[in-house]
């Protein structure tokens, strides 16, 4: 088994996201106090960053999980997004929290999120580990940002290249 590239250099630490997630924690807690959060976890590369978030969460909670196709998908040239695996239940009334690693050109978000928020959840709110604006094509209300990083290519943290990589628990830019 190969592994393509290599970790160039580490662009956040572990320390450094656990502390910036604490704080992501403290702030939803905050703002969903007395109300019940239904976090939607968009797989696969936020996973890693969902378990972190929701054991600092103190709100009734339930989790779902969805997936999109983003990337070198066959789909991304015609500009729509499949949905390759669909939430559970129906989101209806509930609050709803999307979690997501990383919003990049935002094309796959926008479309899930217009296909979200078609089912009526009372509320629909975004958190993202990263965010890349500079890449940015579709505009994207983003309620929690963890980090704005630079243009770089970044693996680790559940942000995969070629389904690997997912496991280091810091980010680090890839050299291919
Ligand atoms: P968007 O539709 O915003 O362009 O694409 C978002 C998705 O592309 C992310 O959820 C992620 O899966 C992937 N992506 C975007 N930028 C990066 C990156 O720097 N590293 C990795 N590993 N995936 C990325």
Redesign the pocket.
Known sequence: MSMRGTVESVLLSEPEIQQRIDLLGEEINRDYAGRELLAVC?LK??VVFMSDLIRRLQMPLTIDVMRAS??GDATESSGSVKILQDLDRDISGLDVLVV??????????AKTLDLLRFRQPRSLKICTLLD?PS?REVQIPIDYTGFVIED????GYG???DEHYRQLPYIGILKL
């Not at 770089?152 to 693996?155: K, S």
């Open positions: 968009l590369g936020s983003s990337y997501e690693d990383i919003v990049d050109t935002g094309r796959t978000l890349k890449r770089h290519f970044v693996v942000l995969d290249f």
